[in-house]
């Protein structure tokens, strides 16, 4: 059974460096921060890597939509124990959003002819999350969200496992061809060796523009993108909300409520007694809101 | 545009049984506020559910219209869902589709997203309307280090995904929400199989994410007093938090502090061992479902505001506590609940 695998990764500015260049009061101009792979991308390759390790003739290849500058990441990524990296780029896809995105890569791996797509939950810079689904939506494949690592089967089916809320852990199994979105620190990526660092340093890179990807113009890019960024601002404030009680209060009722956090009571009983007897309390409290 | 000419903003959300669900609640109000500085309509879509029984509950959170697919239970986001809102939408064309930002929900909207061709704006913390009418979405980007405001100003619907807790709290009016049926609900296509369903140990489950958080302060006085808080923790499902003085002390990791300069949460049942109460300590758990807090002084604060205070030693009433309580949780949801909740993708 051969089996070929696409991890699809990005190439993103280190946040520190961001902080120190004044993001928040202005967008990065390209080129202007060193480049790196996204770390939640380096967790989908090294769940890839596992799955090669685990299973003879299985081929991953490594796919990044960008302009010469993520080539850096791309080698760095490659350099981990791909088996081919291909970086997708012409101008025609600058400015290309989520979406645009994923149809460039969906291009890619439609003409690879992958059976098992992994991606990054999410991408530092963008923090959108949804080029994986809807990569997953063009491909009409399954998406499997939150995936903490994947196991491929004798059945030919991949067994995930992945969270699923409320400290909630499943295993679920899909059919390929499938794609999963792989959780930031999943795993810990493996680092390249000295050999293989210095295979790719120099190794010749493919990169598919708009004609190898048989793309439309019109449906990538600048032109194919329609959500637009119009401000990037500093942080939204954090709306926890701080007690601030009102004004025509009497100070000692003001003072109470800044003490009590702005907590009213909820008409709680108080009980005393020996341990047995408040245990016994609090299984009858547990029981009565159906918590147990 | 639809066709009467009104714009249609959407709310799509998991409605429990009683119709009382907080985050799809939030998404609501919002949809609501934005349906009235559009001067258009909310409508809420459920896939499967008692319309009938809901619209009156629905109609209360200023929803003015509840599409509902016939459907034998209530159903979570799969495939199904893609399908049977993308046709809707094809008919209808709202103007915005808003949904929350949480698990499977967030599939749902990049996949409808991409089935639409059309602009998504994940992750907001808050939505608003502009000057010409565009949903301006804000959004966390760079590491968290700035935010984005974004539009999608040609292709519609104009989707957007909401974080849960950011939204202001709204108080919309009352009204009478029509009921539109669409007939029965397209076939449920099951795409992964299910298993194995097994809980995080206590001290790997994220704190945001547990239904059971049992806390610790000072009053646990070293760090081994915390194993029986963690074996609390484990018999009932849930994790392990502190205030900040434990965490101070060095006896638990800080990503498990609650408070002002920690977690803000909102499990569903929250039990504070040794914790006096302080405001910052408050602030961070205040909107839990039930309070119960074990502590030696009946006059701490944190004892005016527990649903269940326990005036004793923590650690006899935890043994005692864990004496009675089965080895493991018994969960109450089957496999075949579990994958309802999770939907299939």
Request: glycine share 10%; with cysteine; hydrophobic share 40%.
């Amino acid at each position: 059974m051969s089996l070929r695998i696409a991890v699809c990764v990005a190439s993103v500015a280190k946040s520190e460096q961001l902080v120190a260049g004044g993001i928040g009061q202005r967008a990065p101009l390209e080129g202007e921060f060193p480049q790196t792979l996204n770390p939640a991308d380096a967790n989908a390759l090294e769940a890839a890597l596992q799955i090669r390790d685990a299973l003879q003739d299985t081929q991953v290849i490594i796919l990044t939509l960008g302009p010469q500058a993520a080539e850096e990441a791309l080698r760095e990524a490659a350099a981990l124990g791909a088996d081919r990296a291909v970086r997708l780029w012409d101008d025609s896809l600058a400015g290309s959003d989520c979406l645009a995105t994923a149809r460039v890569l969906a291009a890619a791996v439609r003409r690879l002819e992958c059976d098992l797509v992994l991606c990054g939950a999410q991408s530092v810079n963008g923090m959108s999350g949804s080029v994986g689904p809807q990569l997953a939506e063009l491909l009409g494949i399954p998406a499997i969200p939150s995936v903490l690592g994947a196991e491929m089967q004798d059945d030919g089916s991949v067994l995930c496992e992945r969270r699923a809320g409320g400290g909630i852990r499943v295993s679920e199994s899909v059919s390929l061809p499938a794609l999963c979105t792989v959780e930031q620190d999943a795993n810990g990526p493996r680092y390249p060796t000295l050999q293989s660092r210095l295979r790719w340093r120099s190794a010749p890179m493919d990169c598919w523009g708009l004609q190898d990807l048989s793309l439309r113009l019109e449906e990538v890019g600048r032109a194919g993108s329609l959500l637009e960024v119009t401000a990037l601002l500093p942080p939204a404030p954090d709306m926890r909300d701080l007690v601030v009680p009102p004004s025509d209060l009497p100070a000692f009722q003001r003072l109470m409520i800044v003490t009590s956090g702005g907590v009213g009571g909820r008409g709680g009983s108080l009980v005393e007694g020996s341990p047995e007897e408040l245990a016994e309390r609090v299984l009858d409290h547990l029981k009565s809101r159906h918590l147990l | 545009m639809s066709t009467s000419g009104e714009s249609e903003i959407w709310a799509v959300g998991a409605v429990g049984a009683d119709g009382e669900d907080d985050i799809s609640l939030e998404v609501i109000h919002e949809a609501r506020a934005l349906a009235d500085r559009l001067g258009g309509v909310t409508a809420a879509c459920l896939l499967g559910g008692d319309g009938q029984q809901l619209s009156p509950v629905l109609g209360q959170h200023g929803v003015d219209r509840v599409y509902v697919w016939d459907a034998p239970a209530p159903s979570r986001p799969g495939p199904d869902w893609v399908r049977a809102l993308a046709s809707l939408a094809q008919e209808r064309w709202p103007a915005i589709v808003l949904m929350p930002a949480t698990g499977s929900f967030r599939v749902l909207a990049a996949r409808l997203s991409a089935a639409l061709g059309t602009g998504l704006a994940s992750e907001c913390t808050s939505v608003d309307i502009d000057g010409q009418g565009l949903l301006v979405g804000r959004r966390p980007v760079y590491g968290g280090y700035a935010s984005a405001r974004v539009i999608c100003p040609t292709a519609r619907p104009q989707i957007a995904t909401l974080q849960p807790g950011y939204a202001r709290p709204r108080t919309p009016a009352t009204r009478a929400a029509e009921v539109v049926s669409l007939g029965q609900a397209p076939p449920a296509t099951r795409t992964t199989r299910l298993e194995s369903v097994r809980r995080d140990p206590p001290m790997a489950m994220d704190l945001g994410d547990a239904d059971v958080v049992v806390a610790g302060g000072r009053g646990v006085g070293r760090q081994e007093g915390f194993r029986l808080l963690e074996e609390l923790a484990r018999r009932l499902g849930g994790t392990v938090a502190a205030s900040r003085p434990a965490v101070d002390a060095g006896w638990v990791p800080f990503d498990r502090q609650v408070g002002l300069s920690g977690r803000t949460i909102a499990p569903r049942l929250y039990i504070a061992c040794g914790i006096s109460g302080s405001s910052h300590h408050l602030v961070g758990m205040k909107s839990s479902g039930s309070v119960i807090a074990i502590n030696t002084d009946r006059r701490a604060p944190i004892m005016g505001i527990a649903d269940l205070a326990l005036c004793g030693d923590l650690s006899e009433v935890v043994s005692a506590l864990l004496e009675r309580l089965p080895a493991e949780r018994v969960t109450s949801e089957g496999p075949a609940d579990i994958l309802e909740r999770l939907g299939g993708i």
